[in-house]
Every structure is written in structure tokens, then in C-alpha cells.
């Protein structure tokens, strides 16, 4: 086996590893895979004769890329949610790859992690999602090893408390998790039961005219105003397959997030531990502000 041989093959055996580092690190499979894409440039203008640890010289090759791409977006203060475009993408990742990104990534985790530095959100995700050593770390964000372990520490206080306590935030949580389970289940009764009665589903006029032009695909029914459980279960029902729980305006909701950028927000307000409203903002202008109870 020639050298480009036994490269490719041992790039191949560890891409999916990559991938999901840069996933984590970015939020983004589109620019995940262009990360990825250029450590595998780099390998091959390499002396990779030399590389001792070739799994972990392509892993801080892509987190040196990621953290280029987190300080280019900082510095072009972009926002998490963009301008949507009503054309449809052929080639757009599916419904399905979408769906096993959002139970990959865990709840809320990749819109939590927008909050963090650049060199926070690497320190954090190589250490403590990935369980690199601070010394391996250091390197990359050209920080010393004690200055890693506390960009560490600091990036894991603020996505575990963020602005409220855990007990106020596992309820909302609970709740919606078991709303988007059922929604791509399928179970109008298990709907019902966290729905409130009169339950009001609101939608702002870029989600009713996508929703409308991607019916036949299976999108939503959505409306400017949907009222009552059993309107708003039949509107859901099987429906939410790939949407997944995030941080919405500091409060816990859902987005849909095709190929890792989020285009959708579904914001949830909670009463008697049952959701009192629902809105659907694809224009980030329109967006509400909400107050889970």
C-alpha cells in the first residue's frame, strides 16, 4: 500500500470523529465538513511520516481550523439565526440526517455553546466532551496549560447555569422534550396531555409562506393563529422529526436547524406545566420574548 493509500484510509477511519468535533465546535455540518476538508488538505502537504499520533494531529488540526472560523464569525458579529430563502434546496441535508444531528448533539448544547469565547467554546468542547488533557489543548488557543483549565472551568459554569437555576429550567425542559418526542411520534394523545386546553399556536408570516410552499414535502400546517389542544396536536402530529431542543432568547424552546444552522425557533411558554403558546418565528425581527413558568 502506496503512502496516499494508507493515508485516505486512515483519514477515512477517524472522519467521523473529526466531524463530530468540528460539529460541536461550529454548529454547523456544512462548515464542520469544510473543516474537515482542509485538515485533510493539510495531512497531505504534510511530512506525515513524522506524525506519531495521527487521530490526534488531525484533531488539533481541525480545532485550530474550528477556532479560525469562531474568531472570523465574532469578529463579523453573525447571528445565529439567518435570512431565509424561500427557494428549496435539492441537495439540503434530509429530514432524517437531521433528525439523528439533533439527538447527537444533546438538548440545547449547540445554541448554549454560542455564548461562549472562541477559546472557551474549544477549551470546553476538546476537554470536556472529548476528553483531551489541558497540555494537548494549551497549544491550540495558545494559552498556557493553568489558563486552559480555567477557560474550562469558566465555559462549564456558564452553560450549566446560564441566567437561571437548574430546577427552574429542567421543568420547561421536560415538557417540551416530551412535546417534540411525541410530535415525531406521532401520538396525538401524549400531544394532548402537554397542551394546554386553549393553547394558542402563533406563526409569523415567513413560517406560514414556507410552511405553505413545502406542504407536499410534509411541512407543518401553519397559520398566523392556531387555538385549542386538539388544532395545535393535529398541526405537530408527526411533523417536528428533526427539530431539537435549544436555547430560544435565554429561555429553553426547540429549532430546526438543517445541516446545523438554525432557520426555525419554536418559542414555548409554560402554565401548570403544560404549554400555554407556541410561536414559530422564521424571521429572527419577529421574534418574541418568552417566559417559561
Known amino acids: 500500500m502506496d503512502k496516499q493509500d494508507w493515508l485516505a484510509g486512515s483519514f477515512k477511519e477517524t472522519r467521523s470523529h473529526l466531524n463530530a468535533v468540528a460539529f460541536r465546535m461550529l454548529g454547523s455540518a456544512t462548515e464542520a465538513e469544510d473543516a474537515v476538508q482542509e485538515a485533510w488538505i493539510r495531512l497531505t502537504r504534510s511530512d506525515s511520516e513524522t506524525i506519531e499520533n495521527l487521530a490526534g494531529w488531525l484533531t488539533t488540526v481541525v480545532a485550530r481550523v474550528c477556532l479560525d472560523k469562531l474568531r472570523s464569525r465574532e469578529q463579523k458579529g453573525e447571528e445565529p439565526l439567518e435570512e431565509i430563502h424561500y427557494e428549496h434546496d ?23 455553546l454560542d455564548i461562549l469565547s472562541p477559546a ?35 465555559a462549564r459554569q456558564r452553560v450549566a447555569g446560564m441566567s437561571h437555576p437548574q430546577q427552574e429550567v429542567e421543568r420547561p425542559r421536560d415538557v417540551i422534550s416530551a412535546f417534540l418526542k411525541a410530535s415525531r411520534e406521532g401520538d396525538f394523545e401524549a400531544l394532548i396531555r402537554v397542551l394546554h386546553p386553549d393553547v394558542m399556536l402563533r406563526a409569523d408570516e415567513t413560517a406560514v409562506k414556507v410552511a405553505e410552499a413545502n ?8 397559520k398566523p393563529e392556531i387555538q385549542g389542544a386538539e388544532s395545535v396536536a393535529n398541526t405537530f402530529k408527526g411533523k417536528a422529526s428533526a427539530a431539537q431542543l435549544a436555547l430560544v432568547d435565554g429561555h429553553i424552546g426547540a429549532t430546526w436547524a438543517p445541516g446545523g444552522k438554525p432557520v426555525v425557533a419554536f418559542c414555548f411558554s409554560i402554565a401548570g406545566g403544560k404549554i400555554s403558546s407556541i410561536d414559530i418565528v422564521m424571521n429572527p425581527k419577529s421574534k418574541r420574548p418568552v417566559t417559561p413558568s
Open 120 to 154: 472557551e467554546r474549544i477549551a470546553y468542547v476538546l476537554h470536556d466532551l472529548f476528553d483531551l488533557s489541558f497540555d494537548e489543548i494549551a497549544p491550540i488557543i495558545d494559552r498556557s496549560e493553568a489558563a486552559t483549565r480555567k477557560l474550562a472551568s469558566r
Open 215 to 222: 406542504k407536499s414535502r410534509g411541512a407543518p400546517p401553519f
Open 90 to 112: 435539492e441537495e439540503v441535508i434530509s429530514p432524517e440526517k437531521d433528525a439523528l444531528l439533533a439527538d447527537s448533539v444533546g438538548a440545547a448544547l449547540l445554541v448554549v
